[in-house]
């Protein structure tokens, strides 16, 4: 189970000098719009992956007068330390430098949801399929290489597709079609879990969210024509072959899981035609699947939810806090506070943010 026993936050953002020992199961951080709530998500975010949701650039995150960031954390008695400047990075786990930030989210699985880093449902096909295989990879580290090769050969294609390079190309596609099969059916097999939870729990945990005559369903579009069935490397693979000559003309593979997709319906309505507030009613109904597939598989992820009570009502925030509360997982949740949070106090712990510094309440 990822617990944060004790949080230290040296140099991020607004955030300064700071050490944190969190609740193992609810923390609430509330401040008023400016004082660091979003960093702090961020920062913890950042703890688990080695990188921000909000940005690609070190330079976004390290504080205005400063010139590095520095966290650390204890994870279930294993310390984690990230200490970065524009040209050094040093990410430890037990003060041993680790080559791959897979290794970060292993000791720390994380799942976020902020209107930051935007919804699933709704949300670009990107974000999709960053939040699927999250829940892919966390099933099954293994398929971690299948995805690195897959970028790999991808890359390879595309760069014999720019160059014009026919005759190589056979066998990379031979490669392709085994790994986007391989890549596919992790993909199907999870999201048929997350429909199997789906089913189990739309009745009981998830009743608020979802009202017993509304149906939540989503379909995973693996990135291929509807004629190729995607698992099968021999399609795929003539497929590819027949139509050499247009991702010769485009110069890229246009086809592929990394051009899947998931959609989503709420009764049988499409997500693009859902409110705001059913859209991210609905991301948090799918995020709290995946974590509760986590759970049944044994593993117990940290969930960072920012700004839980915009667009959500009373009823909703509360079912979500009561589901959370009861699998027993840590999680962080930051709020404007002025609503007044539906907590259990002997399970939560509340701070207050006020220009980056957080303090116990
Ligand atoms: N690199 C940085 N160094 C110092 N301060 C920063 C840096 N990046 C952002 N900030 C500042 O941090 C402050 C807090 O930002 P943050 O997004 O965490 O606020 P928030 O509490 O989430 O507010 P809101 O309620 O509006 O979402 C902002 O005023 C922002 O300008
Ligand atoms: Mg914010």
């Known amino acids: 189970m990822a617990n944060i026993e004790k949080l230290h936050v040296l140099k991020f953002r607004n955030l300064t000098d700071q ?5 193992n199961n609810i923390n609430v951080i509330l401040g008023q719009n400016g004082q660091g709530k979003t960093n702090f998500i961020e920062s913890i975010y950042y703890l688990g992956h080695g990188r921000s949701f909000k940005t690609k650039s070190l330079k976004d995150i390290i504080p205005f007068d400063g010139q590095q960031i520095k966290i650390s954390a204890v994870v ?5 330390s990230i200490n970065k400047t524009r040209d050094k990075s040093d990410v430890l786990i ?5 080559t791959s930030n897979s290794f970060l989210s292993q000791i720390l699985p994380i799942q976020v949801i902020s209107p930051d880093r935007g919804f699933v449902v709704g949300g670009s096909p990107k974000l999709k399929r960053s939040y699927l295989d999250w829940g892919v990879f966390h099933n099954n580290n293994a398929t971690l290489k299948i995805y690195k090769t897959y970028k790999k050969t991808l890359k390879n294609i595309n760069a014999l597709l720019t160059t014009g390079s026919h005759i190589e190309l056979e066998g990379w596609f031979t490669q392709f079609a085994n790994l986007s099969v391989e890549i596919t059916n992790h993909r199907i097999s999870y999201t048929e879990k997350l429909r199997d939870a789906l089913e189990r729990e ?3 945990k998830l009743d608020s969210l979802i009202k017993s005559n509304d149906t939540f369903y989503f379909q995973i579009q693996t990135g291929w024509p509807k004629e190729v069935n995607p698992r099968s490397q021999k ?3 003539e497929y590819l072959l027949k139509n050499k000559k247009t991702f010769l ?4 593979l246009s086809y592929g899981p990394h051009r899947a997709n998931i959609e989503y319906f709420l009764n049988n309505k499409n997500e693009n035609h859902l409110s705001r507030g059913e859209q991210k009613k609905m991301s948090i109904v799918f995020w709290l699947l995946q974590v509760l597939v986590l ?12 700004d839980i009570s915009s667009e959500l009502d009373y009823n909703k925030i509360k079912s979500i806090i009561n589901y959370l509360t009861e699998i027993d997982i840590q999680i962080f949740i930051t709020d404007i506070g002025n609503k007044g949070l539906p907590l259990n106090t002997e399970k939560s712990t509340i701070f207050e943010i006020k220009n980056g510094v957080l303090e116990a309440v």
């Open 19 to 23: 050490y944190l020992l969190p609740n």
């Open 235 to 237: 399609q795929i693979f």
């Open 94 to 98: 037990e003060e041993e430098k680790i």
């Open 202 to 204: 739309s009745e009981s």
């Open 76 to 80: 279930d008695k294993q310390k984690i």
């Open 295 to 306: 759970v049944n598989n044994k593993i117990k992820p940290i969930i960072l939810i920012d």
């Open 249 to 252: 003309k485009t110069k890229y």
